[in-house]
């Protein structure tokens, strides 16, 4: 029973990380986009989803709990917000920055998402500061046995996944994702071949930033308590760029090898650390999983730099 | 030969472009007559691409006034005169190095409706229709510059003649009223180069393109291009047939003399 509900609480997990890994290939895979402030749209998913579905809290509570607002709407509205305003924040990054050069565009994200992060750390009456909010709402929690709920939850992550997994499918077999590529291959080119570049690394980065966004709230619910701490760079950022690549850089269903493969090296490796570690080192012993992570990044781009899949050779299918 | 009858489709007026203290094009003026093969010549240096730049819109003139159909189009970005019916090639060729021959072509038509990510979602049947004539319209193109049986290799392992044919057969997806030419014949074997004069002169005769195009590449230029204009340190030298070029001796002058001067 244990193992059973690990494994799907595991299994969530990955389906999320797999719509966040989706969401990347969008940006980096197609565009060329170096996006390293993912946490930031994670983020801004999660806490947009969290302030939409919860109730404004009342009386005693009040006095612990800060909000900005508390809206008590239906987990889909929440979820849907989460990607539009995550997606309104792309817009706002991509206006800033798409001019920039890639090198200074992975600079100022990975600034931006610290920033957001912190904002939420420190502008308590926004989202409760470094508490964080909790008792998110989870749907349909009421027609299975709390220790059931995660199967519900799975088949939910699964639904949007596919949605999500399809979109983008759609996107990048079409004339948009030759374009997308055609960038990434060279921006003077498709400029000479009559396409607005900034226009449409803004289409790709703002339609990143909506799947990562979706990614974000469904996260929120499952986990159903958000502090500032979960989106710092490496779970929100850089494992999610370690499953992209190990997947296969360019190919959606690249990214979602990747996100469970990698996935399963970070939760697994921590029961088999704790089972050898003496308890004294407990507590240290999951940083070694940062160690671990970067290893396979290493050992990826050394010996397999295309992925496990890797961008396919005709990819305009339409 | 009287070009002046004719109205022409591109004109340069007094264009100057200075980079810091290098005067890359100092004043430059001429007129391209429609549906013929102008070239454009002149030693390195001459500032034979930077016309190029200036006129794709990839540079913006400090000064004058760049003429297209009758429509002022100095200062339009690069994609933006594409649209105006300007295409143009560059002097080391690119291409989209991973993506294979066939998206290459099909990359360039203007107005795919699938370009819009909404109608990939919502209407991709509409979408399907139009991929399926691009497809055609861009396998006969690849035939007729005898790279068909390429169209599923990346781009980027092409030869360097292949590659300017590739560039070729680009333009001419494209559907353009002027193709720019930079150095289509640099890298390319004789049997190439008679392809590529061949569909030069069939897109001018039968399409009704005009071309201009920048030639190091003598024998190509020679071939096919009249008039041809001679330029030199950012400044029109002369214009001619290529009889009249061949034997003015400021021509030869600064191709030959030029250190001397």
């Known amino acids: ?318 | 030969m009287n070009l002046s009858t004719t109205k022409p489709i591109l004109s340069l007026r007094n264009i100057r472009k200075y980079f810091g203290g290098v005067k890359a094009v100092d004043g430059v003026s001429f007129d391209v007559a429609p549906h013929r093969i102008t070239g454009l010549i002149g030693p390195n240096g001459a500032g034979k691409t930077t016309t190029f730049n200036l006129i794709s819109g990839f540079y913006k003139p400090d000064e004058g006034e760049i003429y297209f159909k009758g429509e002022r189009i100095d200062g339009l970005q690069l994609h933006e005169t594409f649209h105006k019916g300007l295409c143009r090639t560059f002097q080391i060729s690119r291409e989209l190095k991973l993506m294979t021959v066939l998206e290459n072509l099909m990359l360039v038509p203007p107005g795919q409706i699938g370009e819009n990510l909404f109608n990939t979602w919502f209407n991709p049947n509409g979408v399907r229709k139009q991929e399926r004539e691009l497809r055609d319209k861009a396998l006969k193109t690849l035939e007729s510059v005898g790279l068909l049986h390429l169209k599923d290799e990346y781009a980027g392992n092409l030869s360097g003649g292949q590659k300017r044919l590739l560039e070729l057969a680009r333009t001419m997806m494209a559907k353009p009223d002027i193709i720019l030419f930079d150095e289509p014949g640099a890298g390319v074997n004789p049997t190439e180069r008679k392809i590529l004069a061949d569909r030069i002169r069939q897109l001018v005769k039968d399409e009704k393109v005009t071309v201009l195009l920048i030639g190091h590449e003598m024998e190509l230029v020679m071939d096919v291009c009249n008039p041809i204009i001679v330029m030199d340190h950012g400044k029109k030298l002369m214009e001619g047939t290529p009889e009249e070029v061949g034997n003015d001796p400021r021509v030869l002058e600064v191709y030959l003399g030029g250190a001397s001067k």
Do not use: C
């Not at chain 1, 929440?78 to 920039?100: E, F, K, P, Q």
């Not at chain 1, 009421?142 to 999500?164: C, G, M, R, T």
């Not at chain 1, 290493?298 to 961008?311: A, D, H, N």
């Open chain 1, 1 to 318: 029973m244990g193992i059973l509900n690990f494994l799907i609480s595991f299994a969530v997990m990955a389906t999320i990380y797999s719509i966040f890994a989706i969401g990347l290939n969008v940006q980096w895979g197609y565009t060329g986009l170096l996006n390293f402030g993912i946490a930031g749209f994670f983020a801004v998913g999660a806490y947009t989803s969290a302030l939409f579905t919860l109730k404004m809290p009342t009386g005693a509570i009040a006095g612990y709990i800060k909000q900005a607002f508390g809206l008590n709407m239906p987990f889909l509205i929440g979820v849907l917000a989460g990607g539009i305003v995550s997606a309104i924040i792309g817009l706002i990054v991509g206006a800033l920055t798409l001019r920039l050069k890639e090198g200074y565009l992975a600079i100022a994200t990975i600034g931006i998402a610290e920033t957001i992060r912190l904002f939420f750390n420190n502008e308590a009456w926004l989202a409760n500061g470094p508490q964080g909010l909790v008792g998110l709402p989870q749907p349909l929690h009421n027609i299975v046995p709390p220790s059931f709920y995660n199967y519900i939850y799975l088949l939910i992550v699964a639904v949007f996944l596919v949605i999500i997994y399809i979109a983008a499918e759609k996107g990048i077999r079409s004339p948009w994702g030759r374009v997308l590529r055609a960038i990434r291959e060279d921006e003077v080119m498709a400029a000479a071949d009559g396409k607005n570049v900034v226009a449409f690394k803004m289409q790709s980065l703002v339609f990143g930033a909506f799947i990562m966004g979706i990614g974000g709230a469904l996260y929120a619910h499952f986990s159903a308590a958000i502090q500032p701490g979960v989106f710092e760079p490496l779970f929100g950022t850089f494992i999610i760029w370690t499953m992209l690549t190990l997947g296969g850089t360019g190919n959606n269903k690249g990214a979602i090898i990747g996100a469970w493969i990698v996935w399963a090296v970070w939760s697994w490796s921590t029961l088999l650390i704790n089972k050898v570690v003496p308890p004294s080192f407990a507590t240290r012993a999951p940083f070694i999983r940062y160690v671990l992570i970067g290893l396979l990044l290493v050992v990826i781009i050394v010996r397999y730099p295309k992925g496990i899949l890797g961008e396919e050779k005709q990819v305009s299918k339409f």
